[in-house]
């Protein structure tokens, strides 16, 4: 029979993703079959899947953790915002339609078939499966269709362990918060509760690990110190990029990534950030961009004409040209590649921004229409320095067309070209996610922007990093106690 577990949090950004992502691999070590699954997710960091889809860069993660490739039915439901109030829904790894905020409450009950479908589908391949809520599971404004927490945690009677944040402050207050303002019947599922991210001495907080759990009658599953080491995993938000920024000129490669309103597919840069003779830095909005940079990275945008016009209010456009002048090189991928050209539209209104029209920066000749097709597919060919073998995915709507013919960044498979190099070098654009994803792609792109020394194999530092945490999360918790006597 198959043993299912569902993390829910007293809020947003306690640690379930990582948690989850520990334990499954901590179970995976010990020989079960895991899978991780989230009915919901709102991100506009996903990863495309073995089967076509996308689902949340989290969720991506949390099968790397399990040694299994991702696949739509982990994440059956994923809202992408486009603006402060809708969101793009994708149902089962594709575009399934938009909506506010307000109207998706009504669309939810809709939702929870396709949801249920995908976790049926899961269960007939694991031994356990790992269930991540979302945001907090108090939300009592939301209950009544809810299809992330405990409303799917109703609809499959999933027992439920709280997780709490103790780095956030006011973690005892919280946990029988939530205890308070469940329902009897919600309070059934919940089996116990864990304390995340404690500093210092941990006998501090027996005494209140104890009383929390007298006041809640919920099982004390434990108090998991924090971890320095889970700062190298890939981040699920944009707000956990601004921990990176401002730290100054360094002798390093600089490369700075600026932090457009609505990036999406951050994650591209994960494997950068490792090497020791590298230094990002994430630039905010009204940021002006450091003069040492070496490299300027445009990422990727939900919302790109937008992201385009924001940047061009806070001078980056002025910034940039500066840059260039100096030597230095620009990188723009996906929206941000579209940005490089002469124009951008949307006569569709598939971004539902008040702009329909906007003129690009000008460093390539070409024209980009965006589109309601989205292209969502794997890529692989050759990177034009070396022929090195390339792999990506492209994850857009819209087509950018060329006036002109430029030198590409990658030759494929099929005969045709990849994104494009200006004439003097230093302007680069391309479609492809996950570019700096294989080791030597990335060690030869650093080597293209003057970049020398040892680098490290990101897949890799990943791996040893998630076997870490699961070895700490067996010192600090038994596992087998909590996941497999419910």
Request: hydrophobic share 40%; with cysteine.
């Amino acid at each position: 029979m198959v043993k299912t577990l569902m993390f829910q949090g007293t809020g947003s950004s306690v640690g379930k993703s990582v948690l989850v992502a520990g334990i499954a691999r901590a179970l995976t070590n010990k020989g079960y079959k895991v899978l991780p699954f989230k009915p919901q997710n709102m991100s506009n960091n996903a990863a495309v899947t073995v089967d076509g889809g996308e689902i949340g860069r989290a969720q991506a993660l949390q099968a790397m953790a399990c040694r299994v490739d991702p696949i739509v039915h982990m994440n059956p439901i994923l809202l992408k915002p486009h603006n402060v109030q809708g969101s793009q829904i994708i149902v089962q790894g594709k575009v399934w339609g938009q909506a506010t905020a307000r109207e998706y409450q009504e669309i939810k009950p809709k939702l929870l078939a396709y949801v249920v479908d995908s976790f049926n589908l899961l269960k007939q391949k694991a031994d356990i499966i790992l269930i991540e809520g979302a945001g907090s599971a108090s939300e009592i404004n939301l209950r009544k269709n809810d299809i992330a927490n405990m409303g799917f945690a109703q609809a499959v009677k999933a027992p439920v362990i709280i997780i709490g944040d103790i780095d956030r402050g006011g973690v005892i207050a919280s946990l029988v918060g939530t205890h308070a303002v469940l329902s009897p019947e919600d309070l059934k599922l919940v089996k116990g509760f864990i304390v995340n991210k404690m500093r210092g001495d941990l006998s501090l907080f027996t005494e209140a690990m104890e009383w929390i759990s007298h006041r809640t009658q919920w099982k004390n599953c434990g108090l998991l110190p924090y971890l320095d080491l889970l700062q190298d995993l890939p981040a699920e938000d944009a707000a956990d990029l601004k921990a990176t920024i401002g730290l100054g000129k360094t002798e390093k490669l600089h490369i700075s990534i600026l932090l457009l309103p609505n990036i999406a597919n951050f994650d591209d840069f994960d494997p950068l950030k490792y090497d020791s003779n590298v230094h990002l830095e994430f630039v905010p909005l009204g940021k002006a961009i450091p003069a040492y940079s070496k490299v300027v990275i445009i990422p990727g945008s939900k919302n790109t004409i937008s992201d385009l016009n924001a940047l061009y209010k806070t001078g980056w456009d002025i910034d940039l040209k500066a840059h260039v002048r100096r030597g230095g090189y620009v990188l723009g991928i996906c929206g941000g590649y579209q940005m490089l050209g002469r124009t951008i539209s949307d006569p569709l209104d598939i971004e539902k921004s008040t702009l329909k029209y906007i003129d690009g920066l000008g460093f390539f000749e070409s024209d980009t229409v965006l589109s309601s097709e989205k292209y969502l597919k794997e890529v692989k060919g050759n990177l034009i320095f070396d022929h090195i073998r390339c792999n990506g995915y492209e994850m857009h709507m819209g087509q950018t067309i060329h006036n002109r013919t430029y030198r590409p960044l990658v030759y494929l498979e099929n005969l045709k070209s990849e994104g494009v190099i200006s004439d003097n070098g230093q302007i680069i654009g391309t479609y492809l996610h996950g570019i700096f994803q294989s080791n030597e792609v990335k060690n030869r792109l650093l080597d293209y922007f003057g970049s020398k020394g040892d680098y490290i194999n990101a897949s890799e530092h990943v791996e040893k990093i998630l076997d870490r945490w699961a070895d700490f999360i067996n010192s600090n918790i038994y596992v087998d106690d909590f996941i497999l006597s419910w």
